[in-house]
T-cell receptor, first 112, second 114 residues
Framework: DAKTTQPTSMDCAEGRAANLPCNHS???????VYWYRQIHSQGPQYIIH???NNETNEMASLIITEDRKSSTLILPHATLRDTAVYYC?????????????FGKGTKLTVNP | GAVVSQHPSWVICKSGTSVKIECRSL??????MFWYRQFPKQSLMLMAT?????????EQGVEKDKFLINHASLTLSTLTVTSAHPEDSSFYIC??????????FGSGTQLSVL
């Protein structure tokens, strides 16, 4: 599976947009980009995923570059509850047995 | 959304005893579940893939006789840490896939071995 690179930490002001980058330059054509987040001492939470088109849901937007070598997760109006570690993961979907390997992620701190 | 329930949330045990952790998919059937381990300030490390009705697939370096996984039904997978030792103290998390790559995670189990 392709490896991802994320900044170790980021800060964001409450109410502003948080833009979290991820590099996945070795991604292959059938691999998706997934984003999860983990709030301290809890299980990770699914945020969004995409293949090549930009995606949006009630939590966030995912922007994938045309060459698919990088992506950005956007939290449009960050709140204090968005403080968490955000993981960008690349993986295939294999009929329900999706094995996703977590990297170190980005520690996002939303400040009041 | 889909819910994965994990029990217990935390457990303290004596060295040498075995501990069982349960992972249940509450409103969907999961043919595959995953078990992760997480040490403080580190990322999740995949331990094994639990397949309903068959043997689990362990990641390299994970002792299958130490971490027994049973996936006897489409809604339940269990992880048993056998003869636990202090170095097994960790945060254990399970997950299940409903469709695509969308994983739903349990709330985790904090294991402390004295």
């Amino acid at each position: 599976d392709a490896k991802t690179t994320q900044p170790t930490s980021m800060d964001c002001a409450e109410g502003r947009a948080a833009n979290l980058p991820c590099n996945h330059s070795t991604i292959s054509g059938n691999e998706y980009v997934y984003w999860y987040r983990q709030i301290h001492s809890q299980g990770p939470q699914y945020i969004i995923h995409g293949l090549k088109n930009n995606e949006t849901n009630e939590m966030a937007s995912l922007i994938i570059t045309e060459d698919r070598k990088s992506s950005t997760l956007i939290l449009p109006h960050a709140t204090l509850r968005d403080t968490a570690v955000y993981y960008c993961i690349v993986g295939r979907t294999q009929g329900g047995s999706e094995k996703l390997v977590f990297g170190k992620g980005t520690k996002l701190t939303v400040n009041p | 959304g889909a819910v994965v329930s994990q029990h217990p949330s935390w457990v303290i045990c004596k060295s040498g005893t075995s501990v069982k952790i349960e992972c249940r998919s509450l409103d969907f059937q999961a043919t595959t579940m995953f078990w992760y381990r997480q040490f403080p300030k580190q990322s999740l490390m995949l331990m094994a893939t639990s397949n309903e009705g068959s043997k689990a697939t362990y990641e390299q370096g994970v002792e299958k006789d130490k971490f027994l996984i049973n996936h006897a039904s489409l809604t339940l997978s269990t992880l048993t840490v056998t003869s636990a030792h202090p170095e097994d103290s960790s945060f254990y998390i399970c997950s299940a896939s409903l469709f695509g790559g969308k994983l739903f995670f349990g709330s985790g189990t904090q294991l402390s071995v004295l």
